[in-house]
């Protein structure tokens, strides 16, 4: 029988068993829930966006995250559960997991304040390449010289973008590419979890590590009272977040690696979008014309893998 599409137990490997073969469909599987992942994701920061404007960052990440506690619990059951224990196998990949995440999501927001949505995702348009080569090289997967030149093209798409030495470049594109390094930690980290552990689970650590995280740091910086609107956008946020984090951790564990990673690519088309209909940031020729060479990078990706399994 067929795995659901997402499914909290996927085909990967414990610590002391051989991977298993995938099977026909994980690939568009996997592809699919990391769409809905970018989509998600990027209304996410969307909201943040907007809600920080008037609202300390990390009262937002904070209040943000209880929400995410609440519902992440409500939808666990649908899942395979929620449980505190973790296996032992686990400990290590969790930790190194909680790490990532924490120090992503208090860069990213930090960077998302004071940069344009589509900059700051066409910063983090490099993860997909990182996280696709960093695939071959620890877990074995193929990367031909064909997926190779993908790469370079999809490299070369982004610098497109950033422009070196435009006005994108500066301390906050630092930040930003320090929180792409730890997304590609946090995903790479994903890998390591066996199937005795639920995607509930996961994802129940990681609202809990960054809502505590928030919560030390917000004491420093001082909470205001929230409107009644702010607190609906914030529940809203929540729910894409929700979601986001569940097929953040789904995406990661059905098919393979180097397959799924290009359909981050969509995350910067939603970046450009809500940037441009919520905050009225209008991309430039080049902005554009990066973009569509990494975006033409993944899809190239992807055919060929489509090609490659079709001689199999």
Not at 89 to 107: D, N, Y
Not at 209 to 225: A, D, F, K, N, R
Request: aromatic content about 8%; glycine content about 10%.
């Amino acid at each position: 029988m067929r795995t659901p599409l997402l499914s909290p137990i996927r085909r990967v490997r414990p610590a002391s068993l051989r991977p298993l073969a995938h099977q026909p469909g994980d690939n568009l599987h996997g592809a699919l829930i990391m769409t809905l992942c970018m989509m998600t994701f990027g209304l996410n920061d969307t909201v943040m966006k907007f809600v920080a404007q008037d609202m300390p960052l990390y009262q937002a990440i904070t209040l943000r995250g209880l929400f995410v506690m609440a519902f992440i619990a409500a939808v666990a059951p649908r899942l395979g559960g929620l449980s505190l224990r973790i296996p032992a196998g686990a400990r290590g990949p969790m930790v190194w997991r909680l790490v990532g995440e924490i120090a992503s999501t208090i860069l990213f927001l930090n960077a998302l304040q004071h940069m344009a949505m589509g900059d700051l995702s066409a910063i983090m348009q490099a993860l997909p390449l990182v996280v696709m080569v960093a695939a071959a090289l620890f877990f074995g997967e193929t990367l031909g010289w064909r997926r190779i030149g993908a790469v370079v093209a999809g490299f070369a798409g982004v610098l497109l973008i950033l422009r070196p030495g435009g006005e994108v470049f500066g301390p906050w594109a630092v930040v930003a590419v320090g929180a792409m390094a730890m997304v590609a930690l946090r995903d790479l980290a994903t890998r390591k979890f066996g199937g005795d552990i639920s995607s509930a689970t996961i994802a129940f650590y990681a609202a809990t590590g960054v809502t505590v995280s928030g919560l030390v740091i917000s004491l420093g910086q001082g909470w205001v009272m929230p409107s009644l609107p702010q607190i609906l956008l914030l529940l809203m946020g929540s729910a894409f977040l929700t979601v986001g984090y569940v097929s953040a951790v789904a995406s990661m564990r059905v098919g393979e690696m180097s397959y799924v990673a290009p359909f981050r690519y969509t995350s910067l088309l939603v970046a450009i979008l809500m940037g441009l209909i919520v905050f009225g940031e209008w991309p430039d020729m080049w902005t554009w014309a990066g973009s569509a060479l990494v975006v033409a990078a993944g899809i190239y990706t992807i055919w060929r893998e489509a090609q490659i399994g079709a001689v199999r």
